[in-house]
């Protein structure tokens, strides 16, 4: 149910540079019914079998680097040395274990969390480490120079111990310069020559501008879509080439921050870029010999695909993730270790439609009229007329989000907002 609690939060949760350009994507903030106990509420670790792969794999090994906006150790989700200290790349002063935006903290737990006895958010890969990495909104008041903070954090995470590297982040109304693109591409290039895998939101206005966000279109970053419990794409998640998987997105528990108390429900590709970068702690828990390239194959793999059009679909890209299938059965062959899928997909054999190329050029060609059911991460299987159109993955530039000006944002909606 849909609160008006929503309208004190904003839709995308952005936090945003003075030039309203730059968005931190997160969820709906909204209390669920008193009556619901969180495990019911946490409704897609159900649905993808959660309990049945942590007899398996819990994540434990796996650190995940999380660049936003801090973590806080101290939650009851994230305690007994599950966060590590971290670097402030905005205020190094500071340190990373601040967080006054909530958001970071709120990925972490989705990631993490260690569920509080059945009273907290149970993370998707409970026993994996948080690395968490400031690149904006260490205070509300002090300007940042994101990109920058942005660039060094992704490298400092490529040298880390980190295997994964999460950014809920996106620039979906600002596209930096071409040498900002040089910088952010050249970040994402080391990292994935050291073996990271990168995971993106694709960002929250897909039912209005729906353009690209960077950095979930950076060649050889995974951008991740929003699916809801219908086992359909949000609304608001954004569409086009850059979409690489999709996970549950929609009605996700969180701290509810900005004064309040308890926990909330959110929506946001953020969320569901949190739930895909759990999803593959757990298979490179499992598989800890792979590179990232290989627990990338075999999450696209063995992704819901939708049932109609081509693949990668420009909603859902090669299907929403199903980790239990690498966790729990035969993950199939993983591929060369040293070939990143998307970066091999950005090689097309032919010239790019003329659609592609304005996609490319970063034009608002990419048009979201018809949004339609997709295959849910938490689905085993796929009804028919439910599938997606698909475009083929062209996409150039590289981006992020973070903050240039700390300015909130509020952008408001009757029905709800997105944090």
Known sequence: MKSTVRRHRRRASAVVSALGALLLLGGAIAPAASADTMRDR???????????????????????????????????????GKVLPGKNFVDPKLGAHIDVDGHGTA????????????????????????????VFGSTRESPTNSIPALVSAIRYAADSEAKIINMSLAYEYFTPDQDQLTQ?????????????????????SGDKENKFA???????????GAVDKTSSVTKYS????????????????????????????????SQATAIASASAALIWSKHPSWTGNQVLRVLMNTAGKPTKGKVPSRYIGYGTVRPRLAVLGDPGDPGPADVNPLVAARTPKKSPSPSASESKAGGSGSSNASKQPASSAASDTSEDGKGVGAIVWIVVGVGVVVVVGAVLLLRRRAAGTRR
């Open 184 to 204: 952010i591409q050249q970040a994402v290039d080391y990292a994935i020559q050291r073996g990271k895998l990168l995971f993106a939101g694709t960002g929250n």
């Open 214 to 224: 960077y950095p979930a279109a950076s060649i050889g970053v995974a951008g991740i």
């Open 238 to 269: 954004v569409s086009g080439p850059q979409v690489a998987l999709a996970a549950p997105g929609e009605e996700i528990p969180i701290l509810c921050g900005g004064g309040q108390a308890g926990y909330c429900n959110s929506g946001g590709t």
């Open 107 to 134: 990925m972490a737990m989705l990631i993490a969390g260690n569920g509080v006895n059945g009273q907290g958010v149970k993370g998707l890969a409970p026993d994996a480490h948080i690395l968490p990495l400031t």
């Open 42 to 80: 946490e409704w897609y670790l159900d649905r993808m079998q959660a309990a049945e792969m942590w007899k398996v794999s819990t994540g434990k090994g796996i650190t995940v680097a999380v660049l936003d906006t801090g973590v806080i150790p101290s939650v009851s989700e994230l305690t007994g």
